[in-house]
């Protein structure tokens, strides 16, 4: 299910969102850093910070549905991932290490592409400790703006 085509995306500079809904549909929101591609092409790990992340993690526990969402900032093509928590677990120092990673290449393009104005603020956010997320994927979407928005691709 996850291409190598879909996976090389996890590298890009993202900006990722992961939302859930408990079970009165009232949703919640995480900002993340990290995806992880899993050797099992059905499934990946997301890195979601713990600060502001209380309601996403107890909605987890209605049925553990969860959308991701990660759009390059630098062309804004964006997938969209659909599936089921399996596994939740503290996060290991080298996948904190990788969100500090790959939350300074976004803010070095945010930099390029807005200014350096904008830098500060993104590296502002939290990125650990964090919680590991392993997702089985159930549906993936390109939700880039334009015409092919909401595509099915797996």
């Not at 993340?32 to 502001?52: G, H, N």
Request: with cysteine; net charge negative.
């Amino acid at each position: 299910m996850l291409t190598p085509e879909i996976t090389a995306h996890f590298d890009a500079p993202l900006s990722i969102a992961v939302g859930a809904a408990d079970d009165a549909l009232k949703p919640a929101f995480a900002r993340v850093f990290a995806l992880i591609s899993e050797a099992d092409t059905s499934r990946l790990s997301v890195v979601v910070p713990v600060k502001f992340a209380d309601r996403l993690f107890a909605s987890l526990k209605h049925d553990g549905r969860i959308a991701i969402n990660a759009a390059d900032v630098s062309t804004f093509y964006t997938l969209q991932f659909k599936g089921t928590v399996e596994t939740m677990r503290p996060a290991t120092a080298e996948e904190e290490a990788l969100a500090l990673t790959c939350k300074a290449k976004t803010a070095e393009k945010i930099g390029e592409l807005w200014g350096a104005q904008y830098v500060e603020g993104w590296m502002n956010m939290v990125e650990a400790p964090a919680m590991t997320l392993t997702v089985g994927i159930t549906d993936i979407f390109d939700q880039t703006p334009g015409k092919t928005a909401g595509r099915r691709l797996a």
